[in-house]
């Protein structure tokens, strides 16, 4: 952890570390005793110029359950994504100034900000607050729009920067129980509607957010572009980078005019403008 950057830094040279908590069933030992097998296949792999690296031994104990139920806590350390920081509620953070805090608690909804799809998604939101666009919005509209919206992180980081509410949606039943809670906890329960469901929308929304796969980028294209007020902004995240060219010219063909896309190794986010008044002349 590099503690300046106040979040996990990536060495593609270090070491990789996997871990797994399973229930201790006879069907699970049974699956860790056939995996030593499998990695020690992988393993002679590994030594015999295949190119892949070393395989350590698989440790397998039991944790009681006193311990289970905090020591997966230490997985999830306070991230910053420029004036962004992300902590979960069990974690102390002394604020800077100008520091938006958003306090997430992870279970189990996507979006603790550890993924390189949020911090991408929260660099995007970073630039919106510094060009002005997070700010009031009519109050009978739908204010930022979180397509997808898991524990609600992108959400509750743009009202954090200033928007003054938001809406977001999501098929899952935890994930909209998940943003609700959490929500609540950053205290703009008031602010914030959660609902279940996806596109389209009673009213377009003058930000857009969506933090999904390239495939559901394509088939929603046109319903993603429909969401976004005359004028308005869309950010996109979530796309492999073998797959962003396609997505971007879907979201294109159905009228989005591309402002900027940024990476990080293999993932993709970009943002889109309003190009549909563009496209009807």
Same mark, same amino acid.
């Given at each position: 952890?590099?503690?300046?950057?106040?979040?996990?830094?990536?060495?593609?040279?270090?070491?990789?570390?996997?871990?797994?908590?399973?229930?201790?069933?006879?069907?699970?030992?049974?699956?860790?005793?056939?995996?030593?097998?499998?990695?020690?296949?992988?393993?002679?792999?590994?030594?015999?110029?295949?190119?892949?690296?070393? $395989?350590?031994?698989?440790?397998?104990?039991?944790?009681?359950?006193?311990?289970?139920?905090?020591?997966?806590?230490?997985?999830?350390?306070?991230?910053?994504?420029?004036?962004?920081?992300?902590?979960?509620?069990?974690?102390?953070?002394?604020?800077?100034?100008?520091?938006? $805090?958003?306090?997430?608690?992870?279970?189990?909804?996507?979006?603790?900000?550890?993924?390189?799809?949020?911090?991408?998604?929260?660099?995007?939101?970073?630039?919106?607050?510094?060009?002005?666009?997070?700010?009031?919005?009519?109050?009978?509209?739908?204010?930022?729009?979180?397509?997808?919206?898991?524990?609600?992180?992108?959400?509750?980081?743009?009202?954090?920067?200033?928007?003054?509410?938001?809406?977001?949606?999501? $098929?899952?039943?935890?994930?909209?129980?998940?943003?609700?809670?959490?929500?609540?906890?950053?205290?703009?329960?008031?602010?914030?509607? $959660?609902?279940?469901?996806?596109?389209?929308?009673?009213?377009?929304?003058?930000?857009?957010?969506?933090?999904?796969?390239?495939?559901?980028?394509?088939?929603?294209?046109?319903?993603?572009?429909?969401?976004?007020?005359?004028?308005?902004?869309?950010?996109?995240?979530?796309?492999?980078?073998?797959?962003?060219?396609?997505?971007?010219?879907?979201?294109?063909?159905?009228?989005?005019?591309?402002?900027?896309?940024?990476?990080?190794?293999?993932?993709?986010?970009?943002?889109?403008?309003?190009?549909?008044?563009?496209?009807?002349?």
């Amino acid at each position: 952890i590099d503690g300046d950057a106040l979040g996990p830094v990536y060495d593609p040279a270090a070491p990789v570390r996997i871990r797994a908590w399973l229930p201790d069933t006879e069907g699970n030992r049974a699956a860790a005793a056939a995996l030593v097998t499998e990695l020690e296949r992988f393993a002679a792999f590994s030594t015999g110029g295949a190119g892949l690296r070393g $395989i350590g031994p698989l440790l397998v104990r039991p944790i009681p359950a006193e311990e289970w139920a905090t020591s997966w806590r230490a997985e999830f350390p306070i991230l910053r994504v420029g004036r962004i920081v992300v902590r979960p509620p069990w974690r102390e953070h002394t604020a800077a100034p100008g520091d938006a $805090i958003v306090t997430i608690d992870p279970g189990q909804a996507f979006g603790t900000g550890l993924h390189p799809t949020t911090r991408l998604a929260l660099i995007g939101i970073e630039r919106w607050s510094a060009a002005g666009r997070l700010r009031e919005f009519p109050l009978d509209g739908p204010g930022v729009l979180d397509v997808g919206t898991g524990s609600g992180i992108l959400l509750l980081a743009a009202i954090a920067l200033g928007a003054s509410h938001g809406t977001g949606v999501d $098929i899952d039943p935890l994930s909209v129980a998940a943003a609700t809670e959490n929500a609540s906890r950053n205290g703009v329960g008031d602010r914030v509607t $959660i609902r279940a469901g996806s596109l389209p929308i009673s009213e377009p929304a003058p930000l857009v957010m969506a933090n999904l796969v390239a495939t559901l980028h394509i088939e929603l294209a046109p319903l993603l572009v429909g969401a976004m007020a005359p004028g308005g902004r869309l950010l996109t995240s979530g796309m492999f980078l073998s797959r962003a060219d396609e997505a971007i010219a879907a979201l294109q063909a159905a009228g989005a005019t591309l402002v900027e896309r940024w990476e990080e190794g293999e993932w993709v986010a970009a943002e889109f403008g309003d190009g549909r008044a563009t496209l009807d002349r």
